[in-house]
């Protein structure tokens, strides 16, 4: 391998630690794109686990934590990293250089051994090695039947069940089985209530995990005024008109520590792309979350000109391998394409009706469909929540919930049973009818 490619590696690999130690938002996408084996440098790989371990911990990173986690010996090389790395703008680049050019070394160093090797075995081995350096993603996982049997009987004999997402709507939570780095769309039609839904299942789930709640409309005061409005049940038109009492002020206060103690964060995502989401995530260490909306997420900057339809698809997918690789649960939002009564077409949404690509239908895990039955009656605040889809669950089944605007709140509307047919009741028997003989005559004659 020649030195201009040792050197490469070196500043890379140098560049890339200095990043992590000056800037915090850079760890997790540095963390979940390089693996040790990407620093050929036996001091700089041994740095990288030490903020990997560190990470794992929930520690936010600092060099003086990083150096006693490295028993105390790596304060100079620390503060030389420091200084050689004056911004972590190019951090991105940077990992991309580490792992080309480790992969580089790899190969060359198993070329010689391939050169060298004494039979047609041990060559054979170096090339699996070299096969094995050809795919992408980083210890694979592979297991065979019996280990899935083994690990099937331990799950099951522990008697612990796992820890299902909840929303906070107990019938959807008995009906969906939602695991970390699942993919689940709420998709409907505009004004139907995606946003107050979103956020009331967020809240929920920030009570347990911490949610990063991506705006791509609104802001975080109008997000949060919806909040104020169903947590403190306070009128959400007093509050958009700054017309709150000595009462409902009283109410809010009430409320405070239950509205602030959710780990939950409003971010302004504004011309992110789902890579953007995914580098933010990780770097503030969300297990869920959820994008408002997916249809205007931009694509990624280094394919321009695709069409919607191209965009919504490579945004699906890149949603999709945020939870599939990184264990991040995503919910994101999407409009719906309203039927074309004109052509007779079916009055409600379907798994078909994702505007812009059938992609997401493809793409997700758990598939959620928000409408009102009955779209000419505004004033009719009952909306259906169908399961369009649920790859681990049965899907069809439909909520009736009920959308308080006033209090942004929704509820679940429980069917009520059929009224029971009264009995009839017997009818009385016909009063007894006693027979008289009259007198007959005797001549034979009826009259």
Known sequence: MSVLVNELALEAQANVLGSMLIDQNVVGPMLHQLTPEDFTDGRYRKIFQAIKKLQGQGKDLDPLLVNDALGGNYRDILAQLIEITPTSANAEEYAAICRRTALQIRWAELGERLAEAPSLEDAQA???QIN????????ARITGLRQCYEEFLDRHAEGKKPAYLTWGISALDDLVYVEPGD?????????????????????????????????????DKKLFDR????????????????????????QIVGVQNAMIAPELEFVDASGMTAADVRSLSLSRHYGVAVVDYLQKIPGSRERRGLSDFERVTEVSGALQE????TGVTVLA?????????????????????????????????????????????PGNQVRTLKIGKNKEGEAGLALSMHFDGDTQTFSRVFPQPA??????KPEEAPPRQEVIELPGRDDGLPF
Do not use: C, W
Not at 132 to 139: C, D, F, M, Q
Not at 200 to 212: F, L
Not at 419 to 424: I, V
């Open 132 to 139: 094995a350096l050809r795919v992408e993603k980083p210890g």
């Open 126 to 128: 170096v090339v699996d």
């Open 333 to 377: 939002l999407s409009q719906l394409s309203r039927p074309d009564k004109a052509k007779g077409k079916a009055a409600f949404p379907g798994m078909h009706s994702f505007r812009q690509s059938g992609q997401i239908e493809q793409d997700a895990d758990v598939a959620l469909l928000l409408f009102r039955e009955n779209e000419d009656d």
């Open 227 to 250: 909040l104020v409005a169903l947590k403190a049940k306070i009128s959400f038109s007093k509050i958009k008109r700054y017309d709150l009492g000595e009462k409902d002020f009283d």
């Open 419 to 424: 009224p029971k047919p009264e009995k009839p």
């Open 183 to 219: 993919f689940i769309v709420l998709g409907g039609y505009p004004s139907a209530g995606k946003t107050a839904l979103a956020l009331q299942m967020a809240y929920h789930i920030a009570k347990s995990k911490r949610v990063g709640y991506f705006y791509y409309e609104n802001n």
């Open 322 to 325: 945020l939870g599939r690789q």
